[in-house]
């Protein structure tokens, strides 16, 4: 079987001889950098194995713990005992040391060399701690110069890693250091069984049958590829692909000209040229700009448009989803130290909460901008912040945000969507460098119904912004008792379970107040007999949302699935708790900060009504815990996170190629 070499110097080759036999092995890994590039364990990571990675530098440990979710992390030093020292952090390289006479020299040769107080365990410590009970297969120790310290903290006798691999020169020289150390380490039952140039590879007497993998170096029959290789010809892959969609589409170009050319010298377009002359079509921007300030407004064209499919169609690519339309200039670029982003505008335009999860990030970006402009960055990045706004092929260098794959998982529901995710959405997200989402939750069902690896998602929490509270207007009336729910009538947002509960006598005098679009949701509410206990106050603007949530008992989110879930952060803003359905993704964020009922069961949505509107000492309780749950969800850290993803593709990136 052809397996991929992650390893600086092929050592995990001979690594794999020995062990590929064995299922669900461990590892400590010593010095561990980075979890793929140059990495001992990577190649044993994916085939089920996990174990113990060690550095001292924060920049590689904070990478491991994102991708590295079944190993154990430990961001310390590993010396002879425990204790502190001071750590140089060498940037952007595999030479960080506790040996300030190193760090000085790798400083004198131009390396940018920072520095910073670390707790130091030893190996016996780790060990007792992580690896008790456990069989170590193999350890690896690559500390710059920390070697025999290490060596001399373990405890050999109880823990016996079947094989050692030791860096053996002084970094970045072929000078062979081992003679410090490699007595003390024979010492203890280790046989000498490979050297390699940069390392020393040691077999436990007891297992000395191990050193027979040991005779040849790594060969064409040990049937391995290159990392670099692999991820060279998936690239060639990629490109060729790119290349064909562009042939092809080049040829749809050439043939649509040809038809645009015999329309133009047709008698009937010359007949039509005054007609042309006053499109209406160039009115519909001017249109929806005007709807967008009048949410009212917009619900009742929207209802009207969507009874036509094909014009909802037209409306929706021509000026919805067109990221074209918006200007030549189609991204707003803001500079940062090592790249360029390229916000891509179209979704600022989004009339739905996706203009203002853009918006919001925005903003937060343009705020960090470089503020020195003289010199644009080398590296350019586009980042969309939805894939309904990607075009078919993505420029080099794009990361996408996927909110959820809704229709996808509920396919009934949207026969007509899915299909368009399956085919056209997928496609895009298959080319993304990166995809962003918003939950654990998404970012599972993108890898499974999008075919994206989880190694190219990350998550990304939205930030929740404070609704303004404003005075009701005079036509807004609510006089009793009332639960909240924004939203649509749409199936999966599962209205229904709510209005059944309000059914039930023990909610006679509580009333529920509807914010979202109406029509379909009014023509429910007479089929289940509840109009007396329904307000159906239509679509407002913030401030008006903000009002009614703040005197809410609470706010009910009944939805059968949801990527993030909005609402009930917004109303923890608002110190207004919520009921929710168990679904994710509102039990991954909110467990422990609201109430959940079955979604099938109007019961359990009566209960918990009951609850909160007799018990105000509990309600408060609940409220205070939502509201110190949502201040975890910030836009300033929701920049912030994105920006340091964005930065460590384009390090990966460049180390890749400068490779």
Same mark, same amino acid.
């Given at each position: 079987m052809t397996f991929i070499s992650y390893a600086q110097n092929l050592e995990d080759v001979l690594l794999w001889r020995c062990f590929k036999d064995i299922e669900n092995g461990f590892y400590i890994d010593l010095g561990?950098?980075?979890?793929?590039?140059?990495?001992?364990?990577?190649?044993?990571?994916?085939?089920?194995?996990c174990g113990v990675n060690v550095d001292a530098n924060d920049d590689f440990i904070k990478v491991l713990k994102r991708d590295?979710?079944?190993?154990?992390?430990?961001?310390?030093?590993?010396?002879?005992?425990?204790? /502190?020292g001071k750590f140089f952090k060498v940037k952007n390289t595999g030479l960080s040391t506790f040996d300030q006479s190193l760090a000085e020299n790798y400083a004198n040769s131009g390396y940018v060399v920072e520095s910073y107080d670390l707790d130091i365990t030893c190996l016996k410590d780790i060990c007792v701690e992580y690896a008790n009970n456990k069989t170590i297969h193999f350890l690896k120790i690559d500390v710059e110069g920390f070697e025999k310290k290490v060596i001399m903290g373990g405890d050999w006798e109880s823990y016996r890693p079947w094989v050692v691999i030791v860096e053996a020169t002084i970094p970045t020289t072929t000078i062979e250091n081992y003679s410090s150390w490699e007595t003390e380490l024979m010492s203890y039952g280790y046989l000498m069984a490979y050297k390699d140039g940069l390392n020393r590879f040691y077999v436990a007497t007891e297992r000395k049958y191990l050193l027979k993998h040991f005779e040849y170096p790594p060969n064409v029959f040990d049937g391995y590829v290159l990392s670099e290789c692999h991820y060279l010809k998936k690239e060639n892959e990629r490109l060729n692909a790119e290349v064909s969609s562009y042939r092809i589409q080049s040829a749809m170009v050439l043939d649509l000209k040809n038809q645009i050319e015999s329309i133009e010298h047709s008698l009937s377009w010359r007949l039509t040229q005054p007609l042309r002359e006053y499109n209406p079509v160039r009115l519909i921007p001017v249109v929806l700009s005007v709807l967008k300030r009048h949410p009212r407004l917009l619900s009742v064209v929207k209802s009207v448009v969507q009874k036509s499919p094909w014009l909802w169609d037209f409306l929706k690519r021509r000026f919805l989803f067109n990221n074209s339309v918006y200007g030549k200039e189609s991204f707003v670029d803001i500079d940062y130290e090592s790249f360029r982003l390229r916000f891509a505008r179209g979704p600022l335009e989004d009339m739905r909460g996706i203009g203002r999860v853009s918006r919001e990030l925005l903003s937060k970006l343009e705020a960090r901008r470089l503020v020195q402009e003289s010199v644009a960055p080398a590296a350019a990045v586009h980042f969309y912040s939805s894939v309904h706004w990607c075009p078919n092929i993505l420029p080099s260098s794009s990361v996408v945000m996927i909110h959820d794959v809704i229709p996808m998982i509920l396919p009934e529901l949207f026969p007509r969507v899915c299909e368009e995710w399956r085919g056209r959405y997928k496609r895009i997200a298959q080319q993304a460098d990166l995809v962003v989402t918003i939950s654990d939750t998404s970012a599972r069902d993108i890898n499974k119904y999008l075919e994206i690896p989880l190694e190219k998602i990350r998550i990304i929490y939205n930030g929740v912004t404070l609704l303004p509270?404003?005075?009701?207007?005079?036509?807004?009336?609510?006089?009793?008792?009332?639960?909240?729910?924004?939203?649509?009538?749409?199936?999966?947002?599962?209205?229904?379970?709510?209005? /059944?509960?309000?059914?039930?006598?023990?909610l006679e005098d509580i009333s529920l107040v509807i914010i979202g679009d109406s029509k379909k949701t009014n023509i429910l509410v007479e089929k289940l007999g509840v109009s007396s206990k329904v307000i159906l106050l239509g679509r407002l603007d913030d401030g008006q949302v903000g009002a009614v949530v703040s005197k809410a008992i609470a706010l009910v989110f009944p939805s059968l699935y949801e990527g993030f879930g909005l609402p009930p952060m917004e109303a923890a803003q608002l110190h207004v708790p919520s009921i929710c359905s168990r679904k994710p993704a509102m039990t991954e964020l909110l467990e422990g900060a609201a109430l959940f009922a079955d979604p099938d069961l109007p019961d359990e949505w009566v209960d918990n009504i009951v609850r909160l509107s007799s018990d105000e000492e509990y309600r408060q309780q609940l409220a205070t815990l939502a509201y110190q749950r949502v201040q975890e969800f910030s836009w300033d850290e929701c920049a912030q996170k994105l920006l340091t993803e964005v930065s460590e593709m384009v390090l990966q990136k460049k180390g890749k190629f400068e490779s």
């Open positions: 561990a950098a980075l979890p793929d590039s140059h990495s001992v364990t990577k190649l044993f990571y994916d085939n089920g194995w590295r979710p079944k190993d154990i992390n430990l961001f310390v030093g590993v010396g002879e005992e425990s204790s /502190k509270v404003e005075p009701l207007h005079d036509d807004i009336k609510i006089n009793k008792k009332y639960l909240v729910y924004i939203g649509s009538c749409d199936h999966h947002k599962n209205l229904e379970v709510v209005l /059944k509960a309000l059914r039930d006598q023990r």
